[in-house]
Nanobody, 119 residues
Framework: QVQLVESGGGLVQPGGSLRLSCAASGSIFSINNINNMGWYRQAPGKQRELVATITSAFGTNYADSVKGRFTISRGNAKNTVYLQMNSLKPEDTAVYYC??????????WGNGTLVTVSS
């Protein structure tokens, strides 16, 4: 089992920045077998969507809507993942969820952190 805890959400004005963090904890076996990690978001009344992912080899993938504004990164210990969000827009308002996928095929989700972009 892997537990994911997100932090860093909050209220920010349009054009501002936020940095989300996610830390994974659990058994040594589970932590050592985390492969891809990523961020997803769900806006009110909408389906959850991919924001960005990063592999254990630090390869990255971004949704078109956030390319050039958001940067995903991973700690050297590979059990933490970050999302630097710049030039935030009101349409970025959503609950942001951390995701981790283990090499044995199981995916884990955090409880989410709310990001609100509003003046």
């Amino acid at each position: 089992q892997v537990q994911l805890v997100e932090s860093g959400g909050g209220l920010v004005q349009p054009g501002g920045s936020l940095r989300l963090s996610c830390a994974a904890s659990g058994s040594i076996f589970s932590i050592n077998n985390i492969n891809n990690m990523g961020w997803y978001r769900q806006a009110p009344g909408k389906q959850r969507e991919l924001v960005a992912t990063i592999t254990s080899a630090f390869g990255t993938n971004y949704a078109d809507s956030v390319k050039g504004r958001f940067t995903i990164s991973r700690g050297n210990a590979k059990n933490t993942v970050y999302l630097q969000m710049n030039s935030l827009k009101p349409e970025d308002t959503a609950v942001y969820y951390c995701n981790a996928v283990a090499t044995y095929g199981v995916g884990y989700w955090g409880n989410g952190t709310l990001v609100t972009v509003s003046s």
